[in-house]
Nanobody, 119 residues
Framework: QVQLVESGGCLVQPGGSLRLSCAASGFTFIMYDMSWFRQAPGKEREFVAAISWGGDRIDYADSVKGRSTISRDNAKNTVYLFLNSLKPEDTAVYYC????????????WGQGTQVTVSS
């Protein structure tokens, strides 16, 4: 059974930081590129960051570039997203996505974790 379980979402003050985790199970983690997306109320889900299976390719959305770090631990089947200098506009449900390498298009989503940036 494929599972992606996000954690680490919380209420944080502007300017603060947090680390999100996504624990994967039920599939061969190292075969998948991993990404984070987010969806704010009333808005479309948007890309945040991505990391290739080996960690050698990393990409960030312009909105978080310079204040976020994505990483993965293939031994723990976990991907992380560290966010700092948080802004109210970072408030969203953050989702983990796993995409199988190659052209198959197979991918999985987690259930999401809520991040709220507010004073």
């Amino acid at each position: 059974q494929v599972q992606l379980v996000e954690s680490g979402g919380c209420l944080v003050q502007p300017g603060g930081s947090l680390r999100l985790s996504c624990a994967a199970s039920g599939f061969t983690f190292i075969m998948y590129d991993m990404s984070w997306f987010r969806q704010a109320p009333g808005k479309e889900r948007e890309f945040v960051a991505a990391i290739s299976w080996g960690g050698d390719r990393i990409d960030y959305a312009d909105s978080v570039k310079g204040r976020s770090t994505i990483s993965r631990d293939n031994a723990k089947n976990t991907v992380y997203l560290f966010l700092n200098s948080l802004k109210p506009e970072d408030t969203a449900v953050y989702y983990c996505n796993a995409k199988l390498r190659g052209p198959s298009g197979v991918h999985y989503w987690g259930q999401g974790t809520q991040v709220t940036v507010s004073s």
